[in-house]
């Protein structure tokens, strides 16, 4: 078993089974971008960190740019609903 290191050190084997990166798009258009909170940047399929160091994927280098906002803006609306339910702030 051949083992290879990606940008972020982490070994990966090689050549056990074939792999499809569109496994579980819809599209099957592949080009996906993502965003590394290890690095801060957008990655996409062809050099991404592993998953537990990214966000997505996402169609575009933008919505990928823009990912931590959008967590933000999610946490913050899902805050505001639990408060609601809880009876808080009436």
């Known amino acids: 078993m051949e083992v ?3 940008d972020c050190g982490d070994p990966v084997a ?3 089974r074939p792999v499809h990166s569109d496994l ?6 592949g080009g996906h971008y993502y965003w590394c ?8 399929d062809a050099d ?8 997505g994927p ?8 823009n990912a ?3 967590v933000q803006e999610r946490n913050e609306a899902w805050e505001a609903e639990d408060a609601r339910w809880a ?3 009436n």
């Open 24 to 29: 579980m798009n819809d599209s099957g258009s």
């Open 4 to 6: 290879v290191a990606t």
């Open 87 to 89: 009876g808080e702030g």
């Open 37 to 44: 909170t290890r690095h801060h940047r957008v990655e996409t």
């Open 48 to 55: 991404v960190c592993p998953a537990k160091h990214v966000l």
């Open 58 to 65: 996402y169609p575009s280098a933008a919505d990928a740019q």
């Open 14 to 16: 090689v050549g056990l």
């Open 68 to 70: 931590l906002q959008k």
